[in-house]
Structure formats: structure tokens, C-alpha cells
């Protein structure tokens, strides 16, 4: 907090910053927002050019109250632009870099990836020489039962087996296949990250619509009520009004809550806030490749090939080098080296009355040959990882049929989606032309001998104007979805994603 001795005049010769409070060498009114993860957008910095009229203040004849107060107003001045930056649209792109950083999924992946190089150094590590110190120093009576060391030096290390080597390949196998799932992760959260984005622009664009077309609907009320008390139509139009208004009032309501339901999703893949979520409308978003561009045709090269594919057949392989380590290590020798140094006492173990010969010094190097020869449990677990191997292959296999059947049927629901597209985005400008021409004929009175338009034709105008904005609206997202879909089947979303501003 400010205190009085900060609106204090200060001496000749101290800088503007002294003046305030601050450290001399403290940065110039650097206003930093808080981490993604925690409230605001990220990397959001407001410099504000203050130093200069902070020096008028403290330089002139201010008396120290009027000083006090251009701090106050500073002070305020910064928080509201905060605020207001706070607020700030977010765009698509900043959306999905912040869920790559923020989404759990790819933290778990990137802990497994960790994992999994650190698995690969513990196999490589037995071939490393290993040292332990220790001692077994204790007092005996009569013959001595150990050996008298002070403390113990040992060093040993695996010179050769049959199996380690596999047990190396399955370890970078693995690594290799949790790399993969984390690009496949990363793939899929963009994917999220965009359509819950886009979504959410058409959802607010259409509840602006459906509240619109609730006013059409309203005054549709209004006008029916008159025309049934003037006898010009019966109770059944209005009670046709009546449902039609209420049918909108349910379609808003559904659409708000979905928009409430993808601001928490959009909230936690990002890390913000859902109220800072402010997204840009739908006729600004960015646009997707149609299904003919170079972009489905650098992927449709290699269609079974996806990150999640190729991540599954690696973890099948790790898991068969696995099974081919335990299946070598039978009746197959392990070679092992081992030094040992040893500073013995004589002084609570008496060795000198027993032994001819002692000494304090002394070193053992050797190497050990291990042979398994029946091994109950050894047996049980190459057939397990056997097993484990052959139902890894298995699972990839049926990833690999699923997903070339899933590119199959994206590649046929984008030509499907674009036609219904088509036809939702013909109709809204037919709508949108009737109602221009009903407008018309309102205002001229038509031509002689038509029939003249009433008010109720012009509210069933607009309200049909709307529901086919609203239609296309709903075809323009379904088309949008399936076309990055169909990038994330093929494995190109983040090619496209990083093309976007």
C-alpha cells in the first residue's frame, strides 16, 4: 500500500522512482498478469509511459498531497486497463497453444515420455560399473565370525548376457512408442481445443439469432391476438404463434446451456477462467481446407500411419523384445565383473591369533558366471510375457482397421456434410431474399391487383429468416467439424493449426 511518506517531497537529486518507493534500479511500471494456469491470458504485458509525468509530479512545486493523489490515479489507471486486458479476445490460436501447455492429457503423456528415458537409461545401466561403500566393524569374542573391515569398497558390472540386450530394444521401443503418444495426445487436443472453440462462436452468434427470432415470435403473438379479436383468423393460429414462441424460447435455452458446457471445456483445456473466455465470432473464424486440398492429399499417403497406429505397434514391439529377453535367459550364461578392496582391523577381532598371516589391505577382482538351470518362476513369466506380446499386436491391429474404417467414413461424411452445407446456405439466402421482397411490398403496397402483404406475413418472414440462418449456422459447424476431423484422422491438424495467425 502507498503510505504517506511515499507522497513525501524527496530531496534533489533522487530519481523519479526513488520518489515512489522504488528501487533505483527497478524496472520502469511493468505490470506483468499471473500464468495461464492460474487466472489470465498469457503473456499478457502493459508497459505505460508514466515515468515522464511521474518526474513532472515529484520535480515541480506539488505539494505532497496533490503528489499523493497522481499516484492514487495511476494506481487506478493501471488496474482499469488491467481489467479491461484481462477481458481480452482470445483467439483461436492462443486458445490451442495454451492447451498444449495446460491440458493434463499432455502432461501425463510428457511424464510417461520421461518416464520411459528413464527406463531406457536403468536397462542400458547394468553395463556401467556400479561402486558401494560400507563397513562391517563390530567386536568378537574368541574365533572370529566375519571379516574385521573398517569399511569396504565394491564395484561390479555386467560384462555379457543374452537377454539385456533385449531388454534395451524393448526400453527404446517403448520410448519410442510414448513419444509417439504424446504427438497423438497433442493431435487430439488441438482437435478439442478447436472445436469446442469454433462451437462456442456458433453457439453465441445463434443465441443472438434465436433471441431475435423470439422477438419476431412475440410480436407474431401480438399480432395474431388482434386478428382473432377481429375475427380474421381463429384460435388455432394463435395458438400456432403461441407454440412456435415457445419452441424458441427452448431452442435458446438449449443452446445457452451448451454454451455453457463448452466454456467449461474450453476453460479447462486452456487453464483460463470461463470468464475470461471471449471468443471471436463465427464469421471471422479461420478457415479449413476442403477435402480436396494438398493438405488431405500430403496425408492420404500414408492413412494407417497415424500417431496413435504408430504408437501402438511400437508398444507392441517393446513388449516382444520383453518376451524374447525372458526366453534367452534359460540355460544361457551371465557374465558378470567384480573388484572388492577391504581395510581389515585387528584391533576387537583378534585375527592375528588365528590367521598367519594378516594384513590391513586387502583387493579381490574376479568375474562371475551364472547359468540358470530350472526356474519355475522364470518359465511362468516368459510365457506371460509371450502373451503379453502377441495381445499387443493384437489390440494394434484392430487400432490400425479402426481407424483406416474411420478415414472411410470422414471422407464420405465431408462430401455429404458439404452438400447439406450447400443447401442450408441456399435456403438462408432464400429466406433472406423473400423477406427483402416481403419488406418491399410492404413499403410500396405491391403491385396493382396483388395481394397486399400484412404485418403478420412480415414477422413469419423474419421468423423464417432466421430459423435458416440459424440451419446454416448448425450445417456450417457440422462440415467444419468433419473436415478437422478428417486432418486429425490424417494425421496433418497440427500442420494446420500452426498455419493459423
Same mark, same amino acid.
Given at each position: 500500500?502507498?503510505?504517506?511518506?511515499?507522497?513525501?517531497?524527496?530531496?534533489?537529486?533522487?530519481?523519479?522512482?526513488?520518489?515512489?518507493?522504488?528501487?533505483?534500479?527497478?524496472?520502469?511500471?511493468?505490470?506483468?498478469?499471473?500464468?495461464?494456469?492460474?487466472?489470465?491470458?498469457?503473456?499478457?504485458?502493459?508497459?505505460?509511459?508514466?515515468?515522464?509525468?511521474?518526474?513532472?509530479?515529484?520535480?515541480?512545486?506539488?505539494?505532497?498531497?496533490?503528489? +499523493?493523489? @497522481?499516484?492514487?490515479?495511476?494506481?487506478?489507471?493501471?488496474?482499469?486497463?488491467?481489467?479491461?486486458?484481462?477481458?481480452?479476445?482470445?483467439?483461436?490460436?492462443?486458445?490451442?497453444?495454451?492447451?498444449?501447455?495446460?491440458?493434463?492429457?499432455?502432461? !501425463?503423456?510428457?511424464?510417461?515420455?520421461?518416464?520411459?528415458?528413464?527406463?531406457?537409461?536403468?536397462?542400458?545401466?547394468?553395463? @556401467?560399473?556400479?561402486?558401494?561403500?560400507? $563397513?562391517?566393524?563390530?567386536?568378537?569374542?574368541?574365533?572370529?565370525?566375519?571379516?574385521?573391515?573398517?569399511?569396504?569398497?565394491?564395484?561390479?558390472?555386467?560384462?555379457?548376457?543374452? $537377454?539385456?540386450?533385449?531388454? @534395451?530394444?524393448?526400453?527404446?521401443?517403448?520410448?519410442?512408442?510414448?513419444?509417439?503418444?504424446?504427438?497423438?495426445?497433442?493431435?487430439?487436443?488441438?482437435?478439442?481445443?478447436?472445436?469446442?472453440?469454433?462451437?462456442?462462436?456458433?453457439?453465441?452468434?445463434?443465441?443472438?439469432?434465436?433471441?431475435?427470432?423470439?422477438?419476431?415470435?412475440?410480436?407474431?403473438?401480438?399480432?395474431?391476438?388482434?386478428?382473432?379479436?377481429? +375475427?380474421?383468423?381463429?384460435?388455432?393460429?394463435?395458438?400456432?404463434?403461441?407454440? !412456435?414462441?415457445?419452441?424458441?424460447?427452448?431452442?435458446?435455452?438449449? $443452446?445457452?446451456?451448451?454454451?455453457?458446457?463448452?466454456?467449461?471445456?474450453? !476453460?479447462?483445456?486452456?487453464?483460463?477462467?470461463?470468464?475470461?473466455?471471449?471468443?471471436?465470432?463465427?464469421?471471422?473464424?479461420?478457415?479449413?481446407?476442403?477435402?480436396?486440398?494438398?493438405?488431405?492429399?500430403?496425408?492420404?499417403?500414408?492413412?494407417?500411419?497415424?500417431?496413435?497406429?504408430?504408437?501402438?505397434?511400437?508398444?507392441?514391439?517393446?513388449?516382444?523384445?520383453?518376451?524374447?529377453?525372458?526366453?534367452?535367459?534359460?540355460?544361457?550364461?551371465?557374465?558378470?565383473?567384480? !573388484?572388492?578392496?577391504?581395510?581389515?582391523?585387528?584391533?576387537?577381532?583378534?585375527?592375528?591369533?588365528?590367521?598367519?598371516?594378516?594384513?590391513?589391505?586387502?583387493?579381490?577382482?574376479?568375474?562371475?558366471?551364472?547359468?540358470?538351470?530350472?526356474?519355475?518362476?522364470?518359465?511362468?513369466?516368459?510365457?506371460?510375457?509371450?502373451?503379453?506380446?502377441?495381445?499387443?499386436?493384437?489390440?494394434?491391429?484392430?487400432?490400425?482397421?479402426?481407424?483406416?474404417?474411420?478415414?472411410?467414413?470422414?471422407?464420405?461424411?465431408?462430401?455429404?456434410?458439404?452438400?447439406?452445407?450447400?443447401?442450408?446456405?441456399?435456403?438462408?439466402?432464400?429466406?433472406?431474399?423473400?423477406?427483402?421482397? @416481403?419488406?418491399?411490398?410492404?413499403?410500396?403496397?405491391?403491385?396493382?391487383?396483388?395481394?397486399?402483404?400484412?404485418?403478420?406475413?412480415?414477422?413469419?418472414?423474419?421468423?423464417?429468416?432466421?430459423?435458416?440462418?440459424?440451419?446454416?449456422?448448425?450445417?456450417?459447424?457440422?462440415?467444419?467439424?468433419?473436415?478437422?476431423?478428417?486432418?486429425?484422422?490424417?494425421?496433418?491438424?497440427?500442420?494446420?493449426?500452426?498455419?493459423?495467425?
Amino acid at each position: 500500500m502507498w503510505s504517506r511518506a511515499n507522497s513525501l517531497p524527496r530531496p534533489r537529486g533522487r530519481s523519479p522512482a526513488a520518489a515512489l518507493g522504488r528501487p533505483q534500479n527497478a524496472a520502469p511500471y511493468l505490470f506483468e498478469y499471473p500464468s495461464p494456469a492460474r487466472s489470465r491470458i498469457p503473456d499478457v504485458k502493459i508497459q505505460f509511459a508514466v515515468e515522464a509525468a511521474v518526474e513532472a509530479a515529484v520535480e515541480g512545486e506539488f505539494t505532497p498531497l496533490l503528489k +499523493g493523489a @497522481v499516484q492514487l490515479v495511476f494506481l487506478a489507471v493501471c488496474a482499469l486497463v488491467g481489467q479491461a486486458a484481462g477481458f481480452a479476445q482470445l483467439s483461436l490460436s492462443a486458445a490451442m497453444e495454451l492447451a498444449l501447455r495446460n491440458s493434463p492429457q499432455v502432461r !501425463a503423456d510428457a511424464a510417461d515420455v520421461r518416464r520411459a528415458e528413464a527406463d531406457l537409461s536403468s536397462s542400458t545401466s547394468p553395463y @556401467v560399473p556400479s561402486f558401494s561403500l560400507g $563397513s562391517s566393524l563390530g567386536y568378537s569374542y574368541g574365533y572370529p565370525l566375519g571379516q574385521p573391515e573398517v569399511f569396504s569398497i565394491t564395484g561390479q558390472s555386467l560384462v555379457f548376457s543374452f $537377454s539385456q540386450k533385449d531388454y @534395451v530394444r524393448s526400453a527404446r521401443a517403448a520410448l519410442y512408442s510414448a513419444q509417439l503418444q504424446l504427438k497423438d495426445t497433442r493431435q487430439q487436443v488441438l482437435l478439442d481445443t478447436a472445436l469446442a472453440y469454433v462451437e462456442l462462436a456458433e453457439k453465441q452468434e445463434e443465441i443472438a439469432a434465436l433471441e431475435q427470432e423470439k422477438e419476431y415470435g412475440d410480436r407474431l403473438v401480438d399480432v395474431e391476438q388482434e386478428r382473432v379479436e377481429a +375475427g380474421r383468423d381463429t384460435g388455432i393460429e394463435l395458438t400456432e404463434a403461441k407454440l !412456435a414462441a415457445s419452441q424458441t424460447v427452448l431452442e435458446r435455452l438449449r $443452446s445457452e446451456d451448451r454454451a455453457d458446457e463448452l466454456k467449461a471445456r474450453l !476453460a479447462h483445456l486452456t487453464g483460463l477462467p470461463p470468464s475470461d473466455l471471449t471468443v471471436t465470432d463465427s464469421s471471422r473464424m479461420p478457415s479449413v481446407p476442403s477435402a480436396g486440398a494438398a493438405i488431405f492429399s500430403e496425408g492420404a499417403a500414408a492413412p494407417n500411419d497415424g500417431n496413435g497406429v504408430q504408437a501402438a505397434y511400437a508398444s507392441a514391439k517393446a513388449k516382444l523384445y520383453t518376451a524374447y529377453g525372458d526366453a534367452r535367459q534359460d540355460n544361457r550364461p551371465t557374465i558378470s565383473f567384480f !573388484a572388492t578392496y577391504g581395510l581389515f582391523s585387528n584391533t576387537l577381532n583378534n585375527y592375528s591369533q588365528y590367521y598367519i598371516h594378516f594384513q590391513q589391505s586387502n583387493f579381490g577382482a574376479g568375474v562371475q558366471i551364472v547359468i540358470p538351470l530350472l526356474d519355475a518362476s522364470r518359465e511362468a513369466k516368459k510365457r506371460s510375457s509371450s502373451a503379453e506380446a502377441a495381445r499387443a499386436e493384437a489390440l494394434a491391429d484392430q487400432l490400425r482397421d479402426q481407424s483406416s474404417e474411420q478415414l472411410l467414413q470422414l471422407k464420405k461424411n465431408v462430401a455429404e456434410l458439404a452438400a447439406q452445407q450447400q443447401v442450408a446456405t441456399l435456403q438462408a439466402e432464400l429466406a433472406k431474399e423473400r423477406l427483402d421482397a @416481403v419488406a418491399t411490398q410492404t413499403q410500396t403496397g405491391g403491385a396493382p391487383g396483388a395481394t397486399p402483404m400484412t404485418p403478420k406475413d412480415e414477422e413469419e418472414a423474419l421468423i423464417e429468416e432466421r430459423r435458416r440462418y440459424v440451419a446454416m449456422l448448425g450445417a456450417n459447424f457440422q462440415l467444419l467439424r468433419s473436415r478437422l476431423t478428417l486432418l486429425r484422422a490424417l494425421g496433418q491438424i497440427e500442420v494446420w493449426a500452426k498455419s493459423q495467425p
